[in-house]
């Protein structure tokens, strides 16, 4: 059985910086909240609930959940590193697409501490040994640079080895994200950066400079996933249906080329993106709006080429032309991304949902993508996770 999967409602609350946020239930809780009001829903015809979060005790998802309501149902905690939010998203969907319910909330948060991302023991395994000992092999080991960066930094040294790309064509990418930020509300860096600000900020981990790193942050996003019966019974929106969706988890290939690219899971992105249009029966082509993992600027380049919205190689090219922005081919990251709204893990795929639904609805204000009916979104986690969702808009 497969039915179709509406966005009811959606919600999030504005980003900050760590210290600067309520407790990470209440995060959650105003988020929720948020997203049941714009669908009009009364949270006791809610049927299941999934909450992603990263830093946060066994069922914290709970700890937010009860202070909207306690009915009894089942509610799944999340835990898939950056894509933990489209990954509650995913299961959702799942449960509404299956018949097995006919109402899903999906909600993520993340109250996050200052400074590079870590791990929370030293007394077990890394879940990332393996992608750090392929990294080591590929690059080496700068104990001095924080991991991520290190990652990311070597994927975008990959991408200017094998196709000679210029460290400006990252840098532009970090310019397009403070401008399209500038006109968020949520966003936490709204000031726009020129190119030269952001290729003189001090060196993270070449190519990659300070304002190329996404920061650490605190938000909570939620959405309401249902079935046409459910929304026709209920009068809810059904502006926005779930067309397409497709986790992939890491191949062999992650690891056998010695590929940054690859280690930080280019080849995740590529199959779920193939998945997604061959099941939605659209192209990249005719999409429009795209919210990606920009974690760093070096993944946004190299993501434009696993979800085909460019082909392998082209990525400053597109950059350069101006068309993965307003008045270009397709408008990436209108919200202003990871890089400037911010990246609080668990509320990441849901924000980007939130956003991607307020494109499809004609209702992002001066972030508008005109004649936005196709929205695609990227969401990746290392250890690794990627999801890719298509949406549409059901609107004549």
Not at 43 to 49: E, I, P, R
Not at 53 to 82: E, F, H, K
Not at 230 to 243: E, K, Q, S, T, Y
Request: with cysteine.
């Amino acid at each position: 059985m497969s039915r179709k999967v509406y966005v009811a409602g959606v919600g999030m609350i504005p980003f900050t910086k760590p210290g600067a946020s309520d407790p990470y239930h209440v995060m959650g809780e105003q988020a929720i909240r948020v997203a049941l009001k714009d669908a009009g829903l009364d949270y006791g015809k809610v049927q299941q609930a999934y909450a992603g979060y990263v830093y946060g005790d066994s069922t914290s998802g709970q700890a937010a959940l009860y202070r909207v309501g306690l009915s009894g149902i089942p509610v799944v905690n999340v835990n898939n590193n950056c894509s933990s939010g489209s990954s509650a998203l995913f299961l959702a969907r799942q449960a509404v697409e299956s018949g097995m319910v006919e109402c899903a909330l999906a909600f993520g948060f993340e109250q996050m501490n200052p400074g590079a991302l870590k791990g929370a023991y030293d007394d077990r395994p890394s879940p990332v040994a393996r992608f750090q000992e392929a990294m080591t092999d590929a690059i080496g080991w700068d104990p001095a640079a924080p991991r991520a960066a290190q990652f990311f930094g070597g994927a975008g040294r990959e991408h200017i080895k094998r196709f000679g790309t210029s460290p400006e064509a990252f840098g532009m990418i970090s310019v397009k994200a403070r401008k399209h930020a500038a006109n968020n509300p949520y966003a936490v860096f709204r000031q726009q950066l020129s190119l030269e600000e952001i290729m003189s900020a001090p060196m993270i981990f070449d190519p990659l400079t300070r304002f190329q790193c996404c920061p650490p942050t605190c938000g909570a996003a939620a959405a309401v996933v249902c079935s046409e019966e459910f929304a026709r019974r209920n009068g809810l929106n059904m502006d926005v249906v779930i067309a397409a969706q497709s986790m992939t988890t890491d191949y062999e290939s992650t690891f056998d080329g010695q590929d940054m690219r690859r280690v930080v899971g280019y080849d995740m992105t590529a199959q779920a993106a193939k998945e997604v249009y061959e099941k939605a029966g659209v192209g990249p082509e005719e999409v429009k709006v795209v919210e990606l993992h920009d974690c760093f600027t070096a993944n946004e380049l190299i993501t434009y080429e696993g979800l085909g919205l460019t082909p392998e190689g082209t990525a400053e090219k597109f950059i350069m032309d101006g068309d993965n922005t307003y008045g270009g081919r397709v408008v990436t990251n209108p919200s202003g991304g990871l890089l400037s709204k911010g990246h609080p893990l668990g509320a990441t795929g849901l924000a980007q949902c939130t956003e991607l639904v307020w494109q499809l609805r004609g209702t992002a204000d001066k972030r508008q993508v005109e004649g936005a009916r196709v929205a695609l979104q990227h969401n990746l986690g290392l250890g690794g996770a990627c999801v890719v969702t298509l949406y549409q808009s059901t609107k004549g």
